[in-house]
């Protein structure tokens, strides 16, 4: 780390406005917590106020733990108990939420180093893990990790840079106006929007107002950025035809005509193999290393990116077949009996049920049972889209349904009506009953698909099993 992207206590002081009860203005402040429970020692600590607690009631928990310093809102601390803490850092803000946004919006500033920020209905998270796999070919990449994706995850984020050369950024959003802020603090040379889908829609009410709030990523884009979408989706193709002009815009897909294209697509259970087309040129054979079509598009997006820093068709490929994925997306295991258990429960919206359930029917020579729970957030779409994946279950021949839930019934419903017996499919109430069913109708060489929005703590199946 130079000298000039040290972060000192004045700057803190003077971009959030805030006020140094204790401690040095030349101190360096390097390594943020937002918990006492997982604080290390040296870590500034941000007592965040919450609905219900104000965090910052824990400053005294975190000096005793090593932290070199904290950052509070609304709570006083009297000049006898600071005594006790010669050499920390206090300082006392409007709102430490506010604060962190501003604090790693200068630090980014400190940073001339390419950033590419991802966002999208389905597929953010599993985007940025071959994008970075991508990039870290070439540059030391920091990358989002598990899902700080929000105002408070994000910036912590790009608080954490030090050495890295690069950095990879995913946005997540539940209304207007938060990709806006967040885009403002990460100032992306590279932005990707996956698709646009369902995600969030009885809370933004249509797929043409989450565009709109995907599309606040631009607010961000370095002026001579670089815009890569997913040609294949609908929405993202109908703004592309009108918004071509304005920016430097790179097209990815499967099946629409586009920059990088995947033919002769080899599907098996462990992997896709393809040949990869850039602007109508055969370039290479490719390889990824997760089964399902949406990780070829994945792949084909971390090559686009890839290439726009001058990344070798070589490297890419190390990339790609290196890459790992953030735990519960299609995090796949075997048990010592045999049974294949496919973990893709950290969200779930129709898209990605959709991927999920076509990986599934792929899927050979196996049982294949489809453990599937609430997607949430749906408002009143929630039945209709349930529905639909009702149908997918079916259209998949999966030979085994379980739903969870209360919304998850019209799944059940859907795919009886479209086909499956009755006699295999279960509706259950809740996790527990859903255990109790699974363990006894589980066989060897089963392959289990969990799959529902996090609200729903499908891990808890997963663990009792």
Same mark, same amino acid.
């Given at each position: 780390?130079?000298?000039?992207?040290?972060?000192?206590?004045?700057?803190?002081?003077?971009?959030?406005? $805030?006020? *140094?009860?204790?401690? @040095?203005?030349?101190?360096?402040?390097?390594?943020?917590?937002?918990?006492?429970?997982?604080?290390?020692?040296?870590?500034?600590? !941000?007592?965040?106020? $919450?609905?219900?607690?104000?965090?910052?009631?824990?400053?005294?928990?975190?000096?005793?733990?090593?932290? @070199?310093?904290?950052?509070?809102?609304?709570?006083?601390?009297?000049?006898?108990?600071?005594?006790?803490?010669?050499?920390?850092?206090?300082?006392?803000?409007?709102?430490?939420?506010?604060?962190?946004?501003?604090? #790693?919006?200068?630090?980014?500033?400190?940073?001339?180093?390419?950033?590419?920020?991802?966002?999208?209905?389905? $597929?953010?998270?599993?985007?940025?893990?071959?994008?970075?796999?991508?990039?870290?070919?070439?540059?030391?990449? !920091?990358?989002?990790?598990?899902?700080?994706?929000?105002?408070?995850?994000?910036?912590?984020?790009? *608080? #954490?840079?030090?050495?890295?050369?690069?950095?990879?950024?995913?946005?997540?959003?539940?209304?207007?106006?938060?990709?806006?802020y967040l885009t403002d603090i990460a100032?992306?040379?590279?932005?990707?929007?996956?698709?646009?889908?369902?995600?969030?829609?009885?809370?933004?009410?249509?797929?043409?107002?989450?565009?709109? #709030?995907?599309?606040?990523? *631009?607010?961000? *884009?370095?002026?001579?950025?670089?815009?890569?979408?997913?040609q294949d989706n609908d929405l993202l193709q109908k703004w592309y035809k009108e918004n071509k002009s304005k920016y430097n815009v790179i097209t990815y897909g499967i099946e629409q005509e586009s920059d990088y294209m995947a033919k002769e697509i080899e599907s098996y259970e462990d992997r896709s193999e393809y040949l990869l087309y850039r602007r109508g040129k055969k370039i290479a054979k490719m390889i990824v290393p997760v089964g399902g079509n949406h990780f070829v598009q994945n792949s084909l997006c971390a090559i686009a990116v890839g290439e726009q820093f001058h990344i070798s068709i070589e490297e890419i490929k190390k990339g790609i077949s290196s890459f790992e994925l953030t735990k519960k997306r299609m995090d796949i295991t075997t048990t010592e009996n045999g049974i294949t258990i496919i973990n893709d429960c950290y969200n779930a919206n129709l898209d990605s049920m959709k991927a999920a359930l076509e990986y599934l029917g792929k899927i050979k020579n196996k049982r294949k049972i489809a453990v599937l729970g609430d997607m949430l957030e749906l408002g009143n779409y929630s039945e209709k889209l349930h529905k639909k994946v009702g149908e997918i279950v079916a259209e998949q021949k999966i030979d085994r349904l379980i739903t969870v839930g209360k919304e998850s019934r019209y799944i059940a419903e859907e795919a009886q009506k479209k086909g499956i017996k009755k006699e295999k499919i279960k509706m259950c109430e809740n996790n527990k009953e859903a255990v109790e069913y699974i363990k006894n109708i589980q066989k060897k060489e089963d392959v289990f698909l969990f799959k529902a929005s996090n609200g729903m703590h499908f891990d808890e199946i997963i663990h009792n099993l």
């Amino acid at each position: 780390m130079q000298e000039s992207q040290l972060l000192k206590v004045k700057d803190i002081i003077k971009v959030t406005n $805030g006020t *140094l009860l204790q401690g @040095k203005e030349e101190e360096v402040c390097e390594n943020f917590s937002r918990d006492t429970r997982t604080l290390r020692a040296g870590d500034i600590y !941000l007592g965040i106020k $919450g609905e219900t607690v104000n965090g910052g009631i824990y400053w005294e928990e975190a000096l005793n733990k090593g932290a @070199k310093g904290v950052i509070i809102q609304e709570i006083e601390i009297p000049e006898k108990e600071r005594i006790k803490y010669p050499g920390k850092i206090m300082i006392q803000v409007k709102d430490v939420v506010e604060a962190i946004g501003k604090i #790693a919006k200068y630090k980014r500033s400190l940073y001339p180093i390419p950033c590419i920020a991802i966002t999208g209905s389905v $597929g953010k998270t599993s985007t940025k893990d071959m994008v970075a796999s991508v990039m870290s070919q070439k540059y030391n990449t !920091l990358k989002t990790q598990g899902n700080y994706n929000n105002q408070i995850g994000m910036p912590l984020t790009i *608080l #954490a840079l030090k050495e890295e050369e690069a950095a990879v950024i995913e946005m997540g959003m539940n209304h207007l106006g938060e990709i806006s802020y967040l885009t403002d603090i990460a100032k992306p040379d590279v932005v990707v929007i996956t698709n646009i889908g369902t995600a969030h829609i009885g809370i933004l009410g249509s797929r043409e107002n989450i565009l709109k #709030a995907k599309m606040e990523i *631009l607010e961000g *884009l370095n002026p001579n950025g670089t815009v890569v979408i997913n040609q294949d989706n609908d929405l993202l193709q109908k703004w592309y035809k009108e918004n071509k002009s304005k920016y430097n815009v790179i097209t990815y897909g499967i099946e629409q005509e586009s920059d990088y294209m995947a033919k002769e697509i080899e599907s098996y259970e462990d992997r896709s193999e393809y040949l990869l087309y850039r602007r109508g040129k055969k370039i290479a054979k490719m390889i990824v290393p997760v089964g399902g079509n949406h990780f070829v598009q994945n792949s084909l997006c971390a090559i686009a990116v890839g290439e726009q820093f001058h990344i070798s068709i070589e490297e890419i490929k190390k990339g790609i077949s290196s890459f790992e994925l953030t735990k519960k997306r299609m995090d796949i295991t075997t048990t010592e009996n045999g049974i294949t258990i496919i973990n893709d429960c950290y969200n779930a919206n129709l898209d990605s049920m959709k991927a999920a359930l076509e990986y599934l029917g792929k899927i050979k020579n196996k049982r294949k049972i489809a453990v599937l729970g609430d997607m949430l957030e749906l408002g009143n779409y929630s039945e209709k889209l349930h529905k639909k994946v009702g149908e997918i279950v079916a259209e998949q021949k999966i030979d085994r349904l379980i739903t969870v839930g209360k919304e998850s019934r019209y799944i059940a419903e859907e795919a009886q009506k479209k086909g499956i017996k009755k006699e295999k499919i279960k509706m259950c109430e809740n996790n527990k009953e859903a255990v109790e069913y699974i363990k006894n109708i589980q066989k060897k060489e089963d392959v289990f698909l969990f799959k529902a929005s996090n609200g729903m703590h499908f891990d808890e199946i997963i663990h009792n099993l």
